[in-house]
């Protein structure tokens, strides 16, 4: 999803039958618009997902500005009158103690408030204070939120903490973990059943840190994105640790399972300093099949001019 912005975060809209998922409100709180817009505004995007103004679930994975901003401010989605947010379900810990923190614990103790259910992932894990592990979404699609080992344990690495579920649609499985790090994912392949994907979100945008062999080898993956815009010099001046990484990148080659690449953003020299790769990417599943429909283009990311000159695609 684009954020509005050249800043790395995720916002991912997940529709199942009639219920509506919004996992993560990056990058910023000024992306709330392009958020609220994109889920409800047929007359713009030609569609309006979100017929009813009501978000079933809401899933914050994480406490990191880019990841939560867009819920708060004065636009932010938690705090859009018009918008009912029926169930919360978020991270049991963080170290954060920042302003834009704050204001997303406030909106969520408001919520609570009128009426919201707000569950922690490791209330849903233990089906526990009226949470569910296994959330049936519509018949036959239902999503399962993963054990975490940082659920319970104390880390000074923010991004392990990251709420991680699997949606199934049938024998299809699609992998969300957030932030997640390496020794994240080496405890996530160790604590559950995962087996093979259809789809994994890249961890941490694509970081070097994350999308461990570990992890591959067991989920082996066919269509990944990495929400990003790639190449950007956001976080680093070394090109090889610009998201995405050429260590992940060399991992998913490594794998070999991988058909599908796709980035939402890639800089560029334009005045903005950002522009569209594959734009939205949307992954439609119905009675026809599984496809990926891209706003701007379906080409795969790793055919990208700028993506070769940067990184290498050779899988034997």
């Known amino acids: 999803m684009m954020l509005g912005n050249g800043y790395a975060g995720d916002s991912i809209y997940i529709k199942a039958g009639e219920t509506d998922i919004l996992v993560d409100a990056g990058s910023r709180k000024s992306s709330a618009k392009f958020i609220k817009d994109y889920i409800t505004d047929s007359k713009s995007n030609l569609h309006s997902y979100v017929e009813d103004n009501k978000l079933e679930y809401v899933i914050a994975t994480h406490a990191d500005q880019d990841h939560i901003a867009a819920f708060v401010g004065s636009d932010g989605i938690l705090k859009d009158s018009s918008l009912e947010i029926e169930t919360i379900i978020e991270f049991p810990r963080t170290n954060k103690t920042t302003a834009v923190y704050k204001e997303y614990r406030q909106a969520v103790s408001d919520l609570k408030a009128n009426g919201t259910n707000v569950y922690t992932a490791l209330d849903c894990y233990n089906n526990q204070n009226g949470a569910s592990r296994v959330i049936?979404?519509?018949?036959?699609?239902?999503?399962?939120?993963?054990?975490?080992?940082?659920?319970?344990?104390?880390?000074?690495?923010?991004?392990?903490?990251?709420?991680?579920?699997?949606?199934?649609?049938?024998?299809?499985?699609?992998?969300?973990?957030?932030?997640?790090?390496?020794?994240?994912?080496?405890?996530?392949?160790?604590?559950?059943?995962?087996?093979?994907?259809?789809?994994?979100?890249?961890?941490?945008?694509?970081?070097?840190t994350s999308t461990s062999m570990e992890l591959l080898e067991?989920?082996?993956?066919?269509?990944?994105?990495?929400?990003?815009?790639?190449?950007?010099?956001?976080?680093?001046?070394?090109?090889?640790?610009?998201?995405?990484?050429?260590?992940?990148?060399?991992?998913?080659?490594?794998?070999?399972?991988?058909?599908?690449?796709?980035?939402?953003?890639?800089?560029?020299?334009?005045?903005?300093?950002?522009?569209?790769?594959?734009?939205h990417i949307v992954i439609k599943a119905n009675s026809n099949g599984t496809y990926v429909e891209c706003s701007e283009t379906n080409e795969d990311f790793f055919n990208f001019e700028i993506f070769k000159k940067y990184r290498s695609w050779n899988v034997n």
Do not use: W
Not at 188 to 194: I, M, P
Not at 224 to 243: I, P, S
Not at 251 to 271: E, Q, R, W
């Open 136 to 208: 049936e979404l519509s018949e036959g699609i239902e999503l399962e939120i993963l054990y975490n080992y940082f659920y319970e344990h104390e880390t000074s690495n923010e991004n392990n903490y990251s709420v991680c579920f699997m949606l199934r649609r049938g024998n299809e499985q699609y992998l969300f973990t957030g932030d997640l790090e390496g020794e994240g994912e080496e405890y996530l392949v160790k604590n559950n059943n995962l087996g093979k994907v259809y789809f994994y979100k890249l961890g941490h945008h694509g970081s070097k």
């Open 218 to 279: 067991v989920i082996k993956p066919e269509v990944v994105v990495a929400t990003c815009v790639a190449f950007t010099k956001e976080y680093t001046e070394n090109e090889d640790n610009t998201f995405p990484t050429k260590k992940a990148v060399d991992n998913l080659v490594s794998i070999g399972t991988v058909k599908h690449f796709y980035v939402p953003y890639m800089v560029s020299d334009n005045s903005e300093g950002y522009e569209p790769a594959n734009g």
